[in-house]
């Protein structure tokens, strides 16, 4: 017994001290090695524990809705325990069956009622109903226990987002109220002092037909983030500024560099971390995907804000390490490898490109045999493995018809989410990884993580073509960066 609580203890602090850095768009995994399940939900701090909670849809293959709300603990907000579900499905119940619709759970502690509230969207599956869910639990983890479904103060409510002011305490419920015409509005409403149900309107974003919003609070600022609606296809998030909640709101402006898409995600929630020595803001997106639900993954970046010029952008890292108790993050850097130190093979060749770091990119990547090779690759021979990133090019944005790429913005276009790279590490062809490279637009970088187990010493990445949906391509390589193993 004593061996055993040992190594766990020791498995336990290994995985503590592993896994510090935050990797937009990577593969998460939970200390039990599964996929981190929890999708446009929210975090929660707990006020006892400075812990925090990470809610969210849960997914599994096949699966689109009725999988309840799962919950995750953290402390740094890398490393990530599963508690299971804090909310479950229920067989017949009116609103908690796996047919209906719980979408965007968000959670807070109520100290009225001392208990831990959770809402969101309910709906049935042909978003007929439009309400809000509230159920509530003792212990933050769970088990909820429904409590009702409601219409905010009458009207519908869709994409579900909550916002607690740290000045007063006072939280606000943000909805979309729908895609009919006479809605197509995004609601800011308050709750009562006890948080079980809405009081009033404070601020209705009128007729901009966004959802998925969420509120980051400064010293001085609200910044009202939202997404277009473009299902789970992502686009340019906005934000609104304004002084106080109840408005003058700004004009809506874009969060991200344009054509990126917001770096290809959707908002959904925000978190403010008051460290020691400074404030740190970070948006929690969604990377939507749409083939396979499940495998959706998360891009959470911190947020730059410029208080004079009452402006907000994401900030892209590959990755970053964010130390929650000071509120400080920096860039984790790596080693660059840029198109022109590979050789290509077959039909993929070097190809001038105005907007790439060097002048060229690799192109033609396609199946086995047409591939682009980076044969000096430096690694550290970690156990863990090291991240690399690969910066790509996709402008399967939009074809048409059956026919994939080059025509972004065609009308009818027939949109491809992804083409997948396949990635083969010093010759290895038993461990072919796929590389999901989600489309960009014809001149948009992007980058993409994959963890490789590189020897120390040079190593070789050779990366093909695997899908895009209508055949074997792969998406354009500019270059590749190898960061060092963490910890
Ligand atoms: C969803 O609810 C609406 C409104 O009650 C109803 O018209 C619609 O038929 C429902 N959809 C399903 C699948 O039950
Ligand atoms: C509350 O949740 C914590 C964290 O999961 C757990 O350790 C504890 O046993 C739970 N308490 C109760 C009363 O369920
Ligand atoms: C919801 O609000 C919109 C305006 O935002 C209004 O036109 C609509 O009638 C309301 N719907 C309901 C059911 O109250
Ligand atoms: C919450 O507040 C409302 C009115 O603000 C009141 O009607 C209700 O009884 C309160 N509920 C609890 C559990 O305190
Ligand atoms: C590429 O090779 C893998 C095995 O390494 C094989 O499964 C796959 O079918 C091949 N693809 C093409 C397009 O030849």
Redesign the pocket.
Known sequence: MYVSWLSSQLLLAAGLASAKWIVPGARWSDTDGNLVNAHAGCVTVDEDSGKFFLFGEYKVQGQVEGGGVAVY?SDDLATWES?GLALKPEEGHPYLDPKMIIQRPKVIYSDATEKYQMFWHADNSTYGLLLQGFAQA????GPYSFVDATSPLGNWSQDFGLFTDYKDGRSYALYSNGDRKEARDVYLTSYNDNKTALDSVVHRFDKFDLEAPTIIQTEKSYFALMSHKTGYRPNNVVAFRADKLSGPWSQPFIVAPLNTRTFNSQSGFSLRIKGRKQTTYLYLGDQWDSNSLWESRYIWLPVSINEQKKSLQLEWYDIYDLNVKTGEYREVKGTIYQAPSAKTAGSAFKQEATFSDTGSLLTGIYGNDSTVTFSNVQGNGAKDGQWVSFYYQNTDDMGFGDQPGGTPDRIGGAWQLRRIASVVLNGDTQNVESLYQRDTHKGIILSTPLKLKLKKGTNEIKIGGLSNGFDVKGADIEKIVVYPPEG
């Open positions: 603990s508690h003792d212990n933050i983890t």
